[in-house]
Structure formats: structure tokens, C-alpha cells
């Protein structure tokens, strides 16, 4: 029974790896995130100067939820196309910040619509990770690792609406006629599949605003558009293709 067992498992092993371009039946991909944004413009920001770049710019009152959705087609084994809707909040206050004496604040409910390539750095695996067959003792077993990881860019837009807050309600320097702004999305990703068709991952990403305006808010003095991180907690499913695998190609 043992050696039975050995001979069935070098045969899964040495002729499975033979089936041309597995990843062809899995092009198109589904999946629903949890990101949470981190806004970096007028508003806020660190009481002291000298920011570090940004670092001492970041905190978690300048934090918000959302929910996002998309759909992936993959080109080739390293290429992958990517539709994205989000919709999210932004907000931060002046309190605690080198403006606190202005005394400002905003809540802003954006959504944002963006098409991005994806590069993969170490791609998915052509062979599948899970096989029935193994089913004999402890369950599925994987033979691949599956991880994956992926730099992204694009292009996309925003659409938005301010909320002001604090003393900004009554300044004359509120500026509530801007409601749409171009956005260039960038990061890193990671996946990891924990089933056959399902894998989840993440994604930390820059969003760099052709605009000054998504706080309601552009001082005289300001040389940078506002800037956004976005932190993604994703699930993936792929959807089965009807293409068949060609024959397997005995590789022993």
C-alpha cells in the first residue's frame, strides 16, 4: 500500500509541472478590500517643523476607513491589468499640529475610480497549489509556495466632497468649488492563496492629487498638492475559464 502510494505521488509530481501554462485558465480576478487611508495636505499634521519627510506627519486621527472593489485580468505570467472603485473617507484637524491656533478641520467623502499594470517581482505559480489527490492523510498539501509580489502604478480620478469643520466653517478661505481631481496610484503588493481559487493580500500604496483642494483648503504660500497612502486589506477569487489545459507533457 505504501509503495503504491510513493509511485501515484512521483507521478503527480513529475507530470503535473508538464501542464502548458496553467495560469490561462485563471486570467480573471475578483476581489473586496478593507483599505484604510492616511491623509497628508494643509490640515494637521505634526507640531513640530521639521517633518522628517512626512514621518512625524503621521497619525492615527488622520486615519480613515473605506471599501473597495475590482477586477483583474492577467496578461502573461509577470503582467496583470487591474480595475479599481474605492470609496473612502479623509479628514484630520488642526489640533495638536503647528496650526493649532487656526483651528481648522475637514471630513471628506471621495470616491476613487483607477486603472493600474501590475509588475510581479516573484509571480504566481503556473502549477496549481492544492491537490486532491494528496487528500490521504492531514488534509490538502501544497507543494508550491504560494506567494506572490507585485509593484503597481496607474492613472485614475477622484471625486469628492468637503466637509468643514472647526473654525474653517466660517473662513472665508474655504473653497468648496472643486469636486474632482486626476490621481496617480503606486506601491507594492502581496498575495497569498489559501485556496485553490481564493488568495488574499495587501497593498500599500501612494496617491499623488493633481489638486490642492481635497481638504477644501489651499494656503497662499503652498508649493504641494495633497497626497494619500492607502493601506488595502484584500480577498481574491478567481474566476474558472473555459479553456482546457493541453495534454501533459511527460517530463521524466
Not at 502573461?76 to 473617507?89: D, H, K, P, V
Request: proline letters at 5%.
Amino acid at each position: 500500500m505504501k509503495k503504491s502510494f510513493v509511485i501515484a505521488w512521483l507521478i503527480l509530481f513529475f507530470c503535473l509541472p508538464g501542464y502548458s501554462q496553467v495560469w490561462k485558465r485563471n486570467r480573471i480576478e475578483i476581489y473586496l478590500g478593507i483599505p484604510i487611508t492616511h491623509y497628508f495636505g494643509d490640515i494637521g499634521g505634526s507640531s513640530d517643523p521639521n517633518s522628517m519627510l512626512g514621518l512625524k506627519d503621521i497619525s492615527f486621527r488622520a486615519m480613515r476607513p473605506g471599501i473597495s472593489g475590482g477586477l483583474g485580468y492577467r496578461f502573461s505570467e509577470r503582467f496583470y491589468a487591474q480595475g479599481n472603485l474605492t470609496l473612502g473617507l479623509f479628514g484630520n484637524t488642526d489640533k495638536g499640529s503647528r496650526n493649532e491656533a487656526r483651528n481648522y478641520a475637514f471630513s471628506t467623502l471621495g470616491t476613487e475610480v483607477a486603472a493600474v499594470a501590475q509588475f510581479y517581482i516573484i509571480p504566481e505559480s503556473d502549477q496549481n497549489y492544492f491537490y486532491s489527490i494528496m487528500q490521504v492523510r492531514g488534509g490538502l498539501r501544497k507543494i508550491n509556495k504560494p506567494f506572490s509580489l507585485y509593484l503597481f502604478a496607474g492613472g485614475g480620478g477622484y471625486f469628492f466632497r468637503v466637509k468643514p469643520l472647526n473654525d474653517l466653517v466660517d473662513s472665508d478661505r474655504f473653497d468648496d468649488s472643486k469636486h474632482s481631481a486626476i490621481v496617480v496610484p503606486f506601491g507594492l503588493g502581496f498575495k497569498y492563496q489559501i485556496l485553490s481559487r481564493m488568495l488574499v493580500g495587501a497593498e500599500l500604496g501612494g496617491r499623488y492629487v493633481l489638486s490642492d483642494y481635497i481638504d477644501g483648503f489651499s494656503p497662499e504660500p503652498s508649493k504641494y498638492n495633497d497626497f494619500y497612502y492607502v493601506l488595502n486589506f484584500k480577498i481574491y477569487y478567481r474566476l474558472p475559464s473555459n479553456k482546457i489545459l493541453r495534454k501533459p507533457q511527460w517530463t521524466f
